[in-house]
Protein backbone atom coordinates (compact mmCIF):
# COMPACT_ATOMS: atom_id res chain seq x y z
CA UNK A 1 0.00 0.00 0.00
CA UNK A 2 1.30 3.84 0.48
CA UNK A 3 4.44 3.56 2.08
CA UNK A 4 4.57 7.20 2.75
CA UNK A 5 8.66 8.84 3.35
CA UNK A 6 9.16 11.84 5.26
CA UNK A 7 10.32 14.01 2.21
CA UNK A 8 6.87 13.00 0.42
CA UNK A 9 5.16 15.91 -0.35
CA UNK A 10 1.94 16.44 -0.32
CA UNK A 11 1.41 16.62 -3.75
CA UNK A 12 2.95 13.17 -3.89
CA UNK A 13 1.03 12.28 -1.33
CA UNK A 14 -1.83 12.81 -3.69
CA UNK A 15 -0.51 10.88 -6.58
CA UNK A 16 0.45 8.26 -4.32
CA UNK A 17 -3.02 7.51 -3.21
CA UNK A 18 -4.32 8.16 -6.64
CA UNK A 19 -2.14 5.05 -7.85
CA UNK A 20 -2.56 2.73 -4.92
CA UNK A 21 -6.15 2.88 -5.21
CA UNK A 22 -5.10 1.09 -8.35
CA UNK A 23 -2.52 -1.14 -7.40
CA UNK A 24 -4.99 -2.35 -4.34
CA UNK A 25 -7.62 -2.93 -6.50
CA UNK A 26 -10.31 -0.52 -5.14
CA UNK A 27 -10.11 1.37 -8.19
CA UNK A 28 -9.49 -1.07 -10.86
CA UNK A 29 -9.45 1.74 -13.70
CA UNK A 30 -9.47 5.24 -12.29
CA UNK A 31 -9.01 8.33 -14.25
CA UNK A 32 -8.02 12.09 -13.14
CA UNK A 33 -8.16 15.15 -14.75
CA UNK A 34 -4.96 16.15 -15.75
CA UNK A 35 -4.94 19.71 -14.95
CA UNK A 36 -5.35 18.29 -11.07
CA UNK A 37 -2.29 16.12 -11.62
CA UNK A 38 -0.65 19.06 -12.70
CA UNK A 39 -1.44 20.99 -9.42
CA UNK A 40 -0.21 17.90 -7.74
CA UNK A 41 3.15 17.51 -8.79
CA UNK A 42 2.80 17.06 -12.53
CA UNK A 43 2.86 14.34 -15.51
CA UNK A 44 6.95 13.76 -14.33
CA UNK A 45 5.76 12.93 -10.62
CA UNK A 46 2.63 11.23 -11.88
CA UNK A 47 5.12 9.14 -14.56
CA UNK A 48 7.67 8.16 -12.32
CA UNK A 49 5.57 6.80 -9.72
CA UNK A 50 3.61 4.82 -12.33
CA UNK A 51 6.42 3.23 -13.10
CA UNK A 52 7.50 2.29 -9.66
CA UNK A 53 3.79 0.95 -8.67
CA UNK A 54 4.01 -0.82 -12.75
CA UNK A 55 1.09 1.04 -13.33
CA UNK A 56 0.00 2.09 -17.28
CA UNK A 57 -0.57 5.30 -17.64
CA UNK A 58 -2.62 6.77 -20.11
CA UNK A 59 -3.75 10.31 -21.76
CA UNK A 60 -7.12 11.19 -23.12
CA UNK A 61 -9.89 13.99 -23.81
CA UNK A 62 -13.11 13.37 -22.93
CA UNK A 63 -16.19 15.09 -24.68
CA UNK A 64 -16.03 17.79 -23.27
CA UNK A 65 -11.96 18.81 -24.23
CA UNK A 66 -11.07 18.05 -20.58
CA UNK A 67 -7.35 16.49 -20.76
CA UNK A 68 -7.32 13.15 -18.28
CA UNK A 69 -4.90 10.66 -17.40
CA UNK A 70 -5.87 7.47 -16.84
CA UNK A 71 -3.91 4.65 -14.96
CA UNK A 72 -4.38 1.18 -14.88
CA UNK A 73 -2.67 -2.27 -13.74
CA UNK A 74 -3.44 -4.13 -17.14
CA UNK A 75 -2.03 -2.26 -20.07
CA UNK A 76 -4.46 0.57 -22.33
CA UNK A 77 -4.72 -0.80 -26.26
CA UNK A 78 -5.67 1.60 -28.87
CA UNK A 79 -8.37 0.03 -31.25
CA UNK A 80 -8.71 3.01 -33.49
Same mark, same amino acid.
Given at each position: MMACSKSDTPDELWIKKWLDSVVDGSAT? /?? =?? @? /? /????HGG @? =??AKALAREKKVHLVQLEDDKGNELLAASLKPFKVLC
Open positions: M /SQ =RK @L /S /SVEK @L =RA
